[in-house]
């Protein structure tokens, strides 16, 4: 019976330890699971021990070769430009633009299309220059997970498959030690309380011993003819592949950065890059400037420029959500990233897990305590008021 009880309960405290993903209760009863609660702390965690040891998230931007950035911005809008034109004069001047000479617009769209090269590489290259003061990334980070609570889960999931169910079948056999050693007790001291008490003890230490052999001991050991370390600190390649693959995918793709350097708390400040960088579009043609403010006047000329940016801004969204694009980015990030994590020292990777679990190990103990002394409390009524 000690043995079911061991399994029972640490099967129940990795299940706590992961689901429900959403809080289930009322007011402060109830209960969320403690990795979908701390999903938020520990990628906070990750991503700051990542990228100190990698650098900045300018570094991790050169990584993805701008070069690259530049020439998908180019195929992209360049086959649209005449439509991003188009919808630009008839937003400002509608009548003038369907009057206007087809050769003269056709001029337009060529120079606009002979510029564009020169304007995105210097723009490409000022983003790269400030990206780490232009995205907030643990706000783009708690964004996100809590769009994907479940992220975290699927990480220690896929990572520690096979580590998770040693934990609880070894749940069995301690439970099973214990238990042997509560037989001769009993049979001393058929105590009422003796068998609840037992089970609750039971309950309670193979919990604690499950949340330890995930993160004890630290560095690899010997004792006898075994290689002890604790489980998720010796799947710490793995576990970085995993974490690194998913945050590339799902949480810090090219799309999501673009976003929130335009969305976010500095988006003013990345559409006046993109300001800067348009104006010359105009203004460093003097052909062009005049035509425009002629066609247009002084006042229609701002208008226009003000209408250039905010296009641009839209074709920006548009060209960072072509999802080949960032399937072929997304492996760049989770190199970078997993190569940092993989390069913590087990202490660092283990400050990067274990915070979660430690604020919420002895209530999972104590339910497991719980759960044990009902189970002990059944096996007493049965030995003694049920015959069979």
Not at 25 to 53: F, N, S, Y
Not at 88 to 115: C, G, H, S
Request: with cysteine.
């Amino acid at each position: 019976m000690a043995a079911v009880v061991g399994w029972l309960t640490n099967w129940l405290a990795i299940q706590m330890s992961f689901y429900p993903v959403q809080f289930i209760g009322v007011g402060l009863i109830g209960w969320q699971g403690v990795i979908p609660r701390k999903a938020e702390k520990m990628a906070h965690i990750c991503i700051d021990r990542t990228l100190r040891q990698f650098g900045d998230l300018n570094a991790v931007y050169q990584r993805l070769e701008p070069q690259r950035i530049v020439e998908q911005v180019i195929s992209q809008v360049t086959p649209r430009m005449d439509e991003y034109i188009d919808e630009v004069m008839y937003e400002i001047q509608p009548v003038l633009w369907d009057n206007l000479p087809l050769f003269v617009r056709n001029r337009i769209y060529q120079w606009a299309r002979e510029q564009l090269p020169s304007r995105v590489e210097e723009l490409v290259e000022d983003f790269g220059d400030d990206l780490d003061e232009l995205v907030d990334l643990k706000a783009l980070l708690s964004r996100e997970l809590e769009k994907h609570p479940d992220m975290m889960n699927r990480i220690f999931q896929q990572a520690g498959a096979v580590e998770l169910q040693s934990v609880i079948n070894r749940g069995a056999v301690i439970g099973g030690i214990l238990g042997a050693l509560l037989v001769p007790l009993w049979t001393r001291y058929p105590e009422p309380w003796l068998l609840p008490l037992g089970g609750f003890v039971v309950g309670f230490v193979t919990n604690w011993i499950a949340i330890n052999l995930i993160f004890a001991p630290l560095r690899p050991r010997r004792i006898l003819f075994w290689k002890v370390q604790g489980l998720f600190l010796r799947r710490q390649p793995e576990i970085s592949d995993v974490w690194a693959r998913l945050v590339a995918e799902e949480l810090i793709t090219v799309e999501k950065v673009a976003d929130a350097m335009i969305n976010g708390s500095h988006g003013d400040r990345t559409r006046a890059i993109i300001q800067k960088h348009l104006r010359p579009l105009l203004d460093n043609s003097v052909i062009m400037k005049l035509t425009a403010q002629v066609t247009v006047g002084m006042t229609g000329y701002t208008e226009l420029k003000k209408a250039m940016n905010q296009k641009a801004v839209l074709a920006t969204r548009d060209v960072f959500s072509d999802p080949a694009f960032n399937r072929e980015r997304a492996p760049v990030v989770a190199e970078v990233l997993s190569g940092q994590m993989k390069a913590l020292k087990p202490d660092e990777f283990q400050d990067i897990l274990r915070p979660a679990f430690r604020e919420e190990e002895v209530q999972l103990m104590i339910v497991g305590g719980i759960f044990g002394a009902l189970a002990g409390l059944l096996q007493f009524v049965s030995l003694n008021y049920l015959n069979f």
